[in-house]
């Protein structure tokens, strides 16, 4: 396979499995909240027009009338699609930011319970594919919350209309046939096959392509069933998209330099943070999703659920002379303050721009909503 298993990040969805397999519980799942008004479907006549010319292409690939039929009944332009797609920028989290959101103390938490609730299952995985038991939960966290945040977008509209807009038409002109490819195997009913405002899909957030080529029905009842509830499918999916990428049985991912880590290559993703001892293990990860901080989120998490503690290495301050300590201490005492962050993690996001820019106007002071040392001192 050429392309990654989703090809770009479509950022923390969670941030959101043999026929013989144990019986395990149900995973708890965030109520829905009820999609924006530009994620539901709306009037477009060239979109119509689109789709219509779209379906003799999916005929003469193989896809029936009534699969068709079946997955265009309810679908539509979603125009708050295209623009998540447009709006899309260059990451610019450091290192330090992103791992404060994919092992924060919540999704540690939440990753030990699930791990627990989920053991047998796990080490049945682990022994099937190789693929340590604390790698797959750890992808599972960092995809959907453990399943809590699967997404509720329909794929068929999604996949329909990022490909009829043309910015990535091909690619996803290529998902939207793999996602009727999957309705025609009837391993899921179009209603069912929701995801996330890209198409990506289920526990483990596989794009539809990806799914064809890995995902695994370990459960036995005949469906390679991603969206389910019971994550045994899913959670098998992720395993065997590691194996069949050339995981290394019995191999660490990597970890912190001078914390017991393994022989490998030497990053050092952000200046003046800690560097990472990274084996082969660490770049079969990467192929799930490419990127060094992502690699580094799942295989910190994994250690983090099997009991490990923190990093020991220090990041330096940030561009306006923060560390860590002192963001949280800046949303703590905005929040004290009436100024609600909504959240004390030490990383300044809208939420916390937003406070900022409030009490910035309140004090009469010029409105940037930018953190510094000076904003810091004032709130005292």
Request: aromatic share 8%; hydrophobic share 40%; with cysteine.
């Amino acid at each position: 396979m050429q392309i990654d298993r989703r090809t770009f990040g479509f950022g923390l969805m969670g941030l959101g499995l043999s026929a013989c397999a144990p019986s395990l519980p149900m995973v708890g799942r965030s109520s829905p909240q009820p999609l924006p008004d530009d994620l539901r479907p709306v009037p477009n006549a060239a979109y119509d027009a689109w789709v219509a010319a779209f379906r003799d292409r999916a005929a003469e690939r193989g896809i029936s009338q009534p699969t068709l039929s079946s997955a265009f009944r309810t679908a539509g332009f979603l125009p708050g699609v295209v623009t998540r797609d447009r709006n899309q920028t260059e990451t610019s989290r450091s290192l330090e930011d992103y791992l404060s959101i994919a092992v924060s103390d919540e999704r540690v938490a939440k990753g030990r319970a699930a791990f627990a609730a989920n053991r047998a299952l796990l080490a049945d995985l682990q022994s099937r594919y190789g693929v340590d038991a604390e790698i797959i939960c750890a992808i599972w966290g960092l995809e959907s919350f453990y399943g809590e945040r699967r997404g509720e977008i329909s794929v068929i509209s999604a996949t329909s209309t990022l490909a009829f807009d043309g910015r990535r038409g091909a690619f996803f002109e290529q998902q939207l046939t793999a996602a009727l490819r999957i309705l025609q195997n009837g391993d899921i009913p179009a209603a069912r096959m929701t995801g996330s405002w890209a198409g990506a899909m289920g526990h483990t957030q596989f794009m539809p392509t990806s799914y064809l080529e890995f995902a695994v029905d370990y459960t036995g009842d005949g469906r390679r069933d991603i969206w389910s509830d019971d994550p045994t499918d899913a959670l098998a999916s992720a395993a065997a998209y590691l194996q069949r990428n050339g995981w290394t049985p019995g191999l660490r991912w990597g970890g912190e330099v001078g914390g017991n880590a393994p022989a490998g290559t030497v990053i050092q993703p952000q200046a003046g943070g800690p560097q990472f001892a990274t084996t082969a293990n660490f770049r079969v990860i990467k192929r799930y999703n490419n990127s060094d901080a992502y690699a580094i989120g799942v295989g910190h998490l994994a250690d983090r659920i099997a009991g490990a503690g923190p990093l020991r290495g220090s990041f330096p301050p940030d561009a306006n002379g923060l560390t860590k300590a002192d963001r949280i201490r800046l949303q703590e005492r905005l929040t004290a303050r009436g100024f609600d962050t909504q959240g004390t993690d030490g990383v300044i996001g809208r939420n916390t721009e937003t406070a900022i820019r409030a009490f910035q106007a309140a004090q009469g002071l010029p409105v940037t909503g930018q953190p510094s040392q000076a904003l810091l001192q004032s709130l005292r």
